[in-house]
Structures are given as structure tokens and as C-alpha cells.
């Protein structure tokens, strides 16, 4: 049997009885077969010694089992690394960041505690899933939405903690939260802003109580253990009412997008909006260029080439799809209002997109792009072929037509500089999952082949040095980036990463809690690092 | 791990060869149902937007659909389960215990030939 890092034989022995003793033998896991299941599915180390393996995993039902869990893990300084549904896929699975951490699985806490529909809020614990808490609300039938990220198998709370997006008006998840609860390292129970009050009556209302506001403490951190979370919801609107505007010329790009900035920030158009080219997308799919018909590389073809092409196929260059939520006659008001406001760019054209009323019948659901209408679905994993994984290079940028074109100046220099044609690596156009910016999403697909995996490491790495020296950093990573990401985040010394430290030494002595977690160590992990 | 495909492999290659299992009982077949509704059919339903059928179809798997296929055996849907294929990544006990996974055996070997 593995061992925790630190940790010997007879002490993990010990601390897997008690383990057993806490949560019951069958939910402490140490067989290899068991233990494998939590290996990354989707690891960009196949077949490498670096591939994390954990020693063993721990499954508490509630949060009383967690408080004990982590109390012996304190005795023993055994290191655990918290999943909640594990299937954070493309940014490391159910895998640790360090092998030998025994891994602490939420996913049996799958209780949704609460849907208001009233004031339209949920509370859940950790283990429940987009799948789970949409089905809640369905049975029950409530006028409320979720909103999901693509793949609905996460968990509300993973997701919004490790900051992720979806594409409704509360597509912002960790945005979107309502108050915590915590199991600290000393297994000490709290519960932020209005849930600090013993007979709180708000606690999923107004976020942010008396004193400090400590929640976004708790995400993409290792602090501890969230074990309930609310999160706002929207009523179930009347109405849908999508449009695509559509652009000819290269430039038309800058006007394009500070007017869906101007929209977007006047809470006018309300979901994400991704700015797509149908023209370069055409040439990526006909000249089996691939991703790199999206960027500007040196043997790109001039900006007049691609215009005239457009032309001739009467391709626009550019576009975005617009999605408007509210009272038909607000949508229909809004999406007039985006073209009145958009026809100063010219030769605009404008289509109109599907207009529907909820709620959606069964056979309406199975035609929509359910992602838009907060319904959980698994389709995106589709969309990169027949590959064994992903992951995901995604630097935020600012929310012009200028930040773009540079982005795609860098990045086809930097593919071009390495020698590396972009062609396997799946570029998504910008897209506004967080209000005021834009995220590039670059796929890297993960391959049962050893040297494949190292040079797309190699090529992920240089990315994110480069994004760092024009002033792009990731939102989210891969555990196997979070050192690299984290070490980019530098300003004035790395003295963002030092208060990390400082509150990680003071919060979690031991280094128990998900060490390496987004590049913060405990103190003993950071001189062995360095 | 590249000899782990390969037992995979072989291992399924003997799954579907075996032959003649014990009928299940029915509240069995329903556990079945129930769990492969919430576990499986998000990705192996019918429909253009299920991942794991359209990965099948393109492999030439007929029908791509799961719940319509007769030739499956217990042994291979396990084997795909906790050890996953292509982007089908593994499922841990605390998600589909044996217990279900024996469930969704019989449910999905419900229509084979006896």
C-alpha cells in the first residue's frame, strides 16, 4: 500500500482504523482496484511516474464524519485532497495534486437541503450534482433555474469553488453563492455572512453578514472543507429570444465587441456570448489547418485575403449570438434595441434566432441547446472527437476587439516560435463566461502516449508564460499547472502567493488540507518544493 | 498501463463470449433502470447530443443506443465502468457501488438471448 508523504506504515494503520471507525469500513478505500478510481481519468501523465496516485480515500456522509475525518487526519498529519463529485475532468479529476494524499470524497454528502422558490435560492452539500439539483427542482415543480456548466455531472459547490461558468444570467457560479458552511482544519465548524447568526434567517439572502467577507477565501484554495453552500437561482423567466449579428470586414471586430460590452454591461444582453468567425472557421474546416486557421501566424493570409474570401462566399467574418432572458415583450424590446445600437457598423446584418416561452414541453428540451436554459447535459464532451481527455489552456482577456486580434497575434507567434503547428489544439472563440472579460479556451487533448502528453505539458506551459508577459492570466487550472499558473500571478514579488502562505500557516498548521492546491504548500511541502 | 488496455481488451473479448445468466429479479431490473437513468443515459441515450452514442455510431457499434443492444455482457459493463474508455472516465464507488453496478448489469443484459 501507497503511503501518505510524511506519514509511516504503523501511524496510517492506525489513522485507517480509526478512519473506518469514523465514517464505517466500507466507505475507507485502500484497495489498489478502489483506489484507482480516483486516479485522473483524463491525467496528462499516462503512463508516467508523475501520474498522481492517492494511498487511500475516505468517504463521510455528513458533515459531523467530516469533522472527525479531519480531526484524525490533524493526529496523524495525514494529507487529504477534498472532491466533491470528483469530475472536475480537464483540471484534474478525483486525483490529488501530490500522490500518497489520501483523497476525502464528498460525493455520499448529496443532500439537496433546500429549494426556495419564493426567494429562489438552493442550499446543497458537496456531493450533489447539476443532474441532481435540476431533477430536485423538476420533480417538485418549482420555477426556478439552475445554471449548469457544460458537463452537468459537477457539483454546484466544486464547480463555484474552483470558479467555474456556465451561460444563464447567473452564469458567474461562485458569483452566484450564497453563504458557507466550513469544516476548518481543526475540524471547528463555521459558517459565513448571515449563517454566523444561530438563528440566521437569511443566510441565502444577503451575502455577506458583519465583518470581513471571508467566502472567496474558501474557493480555489485549500482553507477547508465546504460542506453546504446556497446558491441564487433564477425564477423561471416567461421568455427566450436569441440573434446573431453578423460583421464583414477584420475590423468590424472592434465595434462588435464594445457594443456587446456596452450590452453586456447594461445588463441588457444577460448570457454568454461567444464571438465566433464563420469564415476562419470555414477555412479551418476546409483547409485542415485546424486551430490554426484561428490564429495569426506568420503564414497566415493577409487580412485583405480573408475579406475577399469571405466576400466571395458571403461569409461574415466575424459574429455573436445574442441571448436575451425576460418577459417576451422585454426580449423582443432588447434584441431591437442590440440592433438599433449595432447598426452603426456597416453592412451589419442581423438574423433572428429561436423566440420561446417556458416552460419548454419534453420534445422542445431534446431540441434546444439545453446548456442555455440551465438544463444539465454531458453533450460537450462530444465536441473534441474520439479522444481519451482534455484539458484546458484559458487566459481571461480583456473584453475588446483589440485584445482579441493581439491574442491572436501572440498566441500564433508563440506556436510559431516554438515550431509547433496548432492544428491538434481546439481553440474556442472569446466568450463572456464572467462578466467584463473574455476567456480564450484552448483544448488540449490528453493521449495514452507518453511523448504526446510531454510536449502538449511543454507547449500548455509556454502558453501560460507567454499570456503572463502580455498580461492574460488563467481563471482555472489543471492541477498539474497550478504551480506554473500560480507562479505567474507574481506582482511585487509573488506577495499575493506569500499571503496565501501566511493565512495557509495559520489556518492549517499541519499542512493536512489539499496540499498544492492552486500553487499554495503547507510550510514543511514549501522547503521540500524549494 | 499499456498492458492494462490490453487485458482490457482480451478481458472483453471473453465477456462477450460468455453465455447464459440468471434472470434477475424485477425489483433488480428496476434498481437497474433507475441507476442507468441517472448514471448512463445523459451520455448513452438516444439523441444527437448523447456523446457516448455518437462515439459508438462512429465506431459502427449497432445500435449505438446501450439499452438497445443484446449482445453486452455483465462482465464487460463492469469493466468499462471502473475502468473507462476514450473520454468515458472511471466510476467510483461512491458513485455507482457494486451493488448498482450489478443492477445495471442486469438491466442492460435484460433483452439477451437466455
Redesign the interface.
Known sequence: MRLPPGVNAKDFSDALKQFSEAVGKDWVFTSDEDVNLYRDAYSPFWHEDEDPVPSAAVAPINVEQVQQVVRIANTFKIPIWTISTGKNLGYGGAAPRLSGCMVLDLKRMDKVLEVNEKNAYALVEPGVSYFDLYRYIQDKGLKVWIDTPDPGWGSPIGNSLDRGGGYTPFRDHFDAHCGMEVVLANGEIVRTGMGALPTAKTWQQYRYGFGPYIDGMFSQSNFGVVTKMGFWLLPQPEGYRSGTVSVAKHDDLVPLVDTLSYLMNSSIVQGTTTVGSPLLMSIARSSGMGGAALLTTPKSPSIADLEKIGQEKNLPYWNCELHFYGPSKVVDAQWEYAKEKYSVIPGVTFQDGQSLRFPLSADQIEHVPKRQFGIPNLTVFGMMGRTEGHMWFSPIIPMSGEAVFEAQRVFGQAYADMGVPPAETTFVFPSSFFPRSFVVLCGFPIAHDVEKNRKNRQIFKRLVEVAAQHGWGEYRTHTAFMDTVANVYSYNDHALLHFHETVKDAVDPNGILSPGRCGIWPKHMRKAKA | ??YA?IFLLVALSVAFAAQAFAAPDESQLDRGHRVYQ?WCY??HGP?A????T??LA??GQKPAVLEDRTDLTPAAIKIFV?H?V??M???????ISDADLDAIAAYLTRNNKK
Open positions: 498501463m499499456r488496455r441517472k445523459p451520455c439523441g447530443d448523447k456523446p457516448g455518437a462515439s462512429a465506431r471502473r473507462g476514450l473520454y472516465p472511471t466510476f467510483r464507488k461512491t458513485e
